[in-house]
């Protein structure tokens, strides 16, 4: 049974994505062993277990105060809303997500994760890098064709501060219906029973 929509015979164009970012993975792999190997052979194994154990306590500790930092602030932040105050906005950079990503690659063995999950850890560091995934996201979300997930996150996205317009009908329940229907009554029945 045809639908009549034209099908494509074409293979479909692999994501470059697809293809470098298994790629990078194994070649950060396999450099993190490598690494790891000329770090024994120059201090012993005993230098390569306690670079590994530093990096597994400091990157425990990172994450563990980020999280209580994480869950005050979601508590403050209810506590206004419940005395009606609107909640501060926080700056790029300030949140807990990059903060606990360094963290987490602290705890990863291997010695340039662990470079990096130091690089996390500053704050100018996490700034840039949450403004530039941010642009990045608004961007695609903004280009999202219709009907796509990236278009309904987008639609159901409100910004308080800056006032952005949400789609909706408002019904009074108040107010008296008239009876009649038409374009020249205004009545609409209600979305749902």
Do not use: C
């Not at 009907?147 to 009908?169: K, L, N, T």
């Amino acid at each position: 049974m045809t639908t009549g929509v034209p099908t494509s015979t074409a293979p479909r164009r692999r994501s470059p994505a697809r293809t470098f970012v298994p790629l990078a993975v194994v070649a950060w792999f396999i450099l993190e062993i490598w690494l790891l190997g000329r770090l024994a052979a120059l201090g012993g194994g005993f230098a390569v277990t306690v670079v590994l154990a530093v990096g597994l306590v400091l990157g425990v500790v990172v994450i563990k105060r980020a999280g209580r930092r994480a869950f005050k602030n979601l508590a403050q932040t209810f506590q206004q809303a419940q005395t009606g105050q609107r909640p501060t906005p926080q700056q790029p950079g300030s949140g807990n997500g990059l903060v606990m990503l360094g963290g987490l690659l602290l705890i990863v063995p291997g010695l340039l994760s662990d470079l990096a999950g130091l690089f996390l850890l500053l704050p100018p560091v996490r700034a840039w890098l949450a403004r530039r995934v941010t642009g990045s996201l608004e961007r695609k979300m903004a280009a999202a064709p219709a009907g796509s997930f990236g278009d309904a996150f987008q639609q159901a996205r409100i910004h308080q501060p800056d006032g952005m317009v949400v789609r909706g009908e408002v019904i009074r329940e108040d107010a008296a219906p008239r009876h009649g229907s038409g374009p020249d009554t205004g009545y609409r029945p209600p979305l749902a029973p």
